[in-house]
């Protein structure tokens, strides 16, 4: 069973930064899409961010792009989101999740890299709190 526990959240003031992770179990994490959601009280769970396999393919929501970086070190079996210039619109659960497809060993399109619905595998969350 694959498990994804993700950390570094925590409360931050507005312009602020945070650098979550998300640690994957197994001997396939190299194979692996990663994404990057998150759902704040009320809402729908929201995509944020994601990287295939090799790391050459990324993808961000339009709130997020020029603020958000995703990485992953496949020797750490681990993803990153470094958030920066944090808003108080961005306080969620933010949960990191894998797709197995094979379809990330190459450039998979922004619709199918948002969709949640193509990943196999979710983490718990870690709670990012943006105080103004």
């Known amino acids: 069973q694959v498990q994804l526990v993700e950390s570094g959240g925590g409360l931050v003031q507005t312009g602020g930064s945070l650098r979550l992770s998300c640690a994957v179990s197994?001997?396939?994490?190299?194979?692996?899409?990663m994404g990057w959601f998150r759902q704040a009280p009320g809402k729908e769970r929201e995509f944020v961010a994601a990287?295939?396999?090799?790391?050459?393919?990324?993808r961000y929501a339009d709130s997020v792009k020029g603020r958000f970086t995703i990485s992953r070190d496949n020797a750490k079996n681990t993803v990153y989101l470094q958030m920066n210039s944090l808003k108080p619109e961005d306080t969620a659960v933010y949960i990191c999740?894998?797709?197995?497809?094979?379809?990330?060993?190459?450039?998979?399109?922004?619709?199918?890299?948002?969709?949640?619905?193509?990943?196999?595998?979710w983490g718990q969350g870690t709670q990012v709190t943006v105080s103004s």
């Open positions: 999740a894998a797709d197995r497809s094979p379809v990330n060993y190459y450039t998979p399109s922004y619709a199918y890299t948002a969709n949640y619905a193509n990943y196999d595998y």
């Open positions: 197994g001997r396939t994490f190299i194979t692996y899409g």
């Open positions: 990287i295939s396999s090799s790391g050459g393919s990324l």
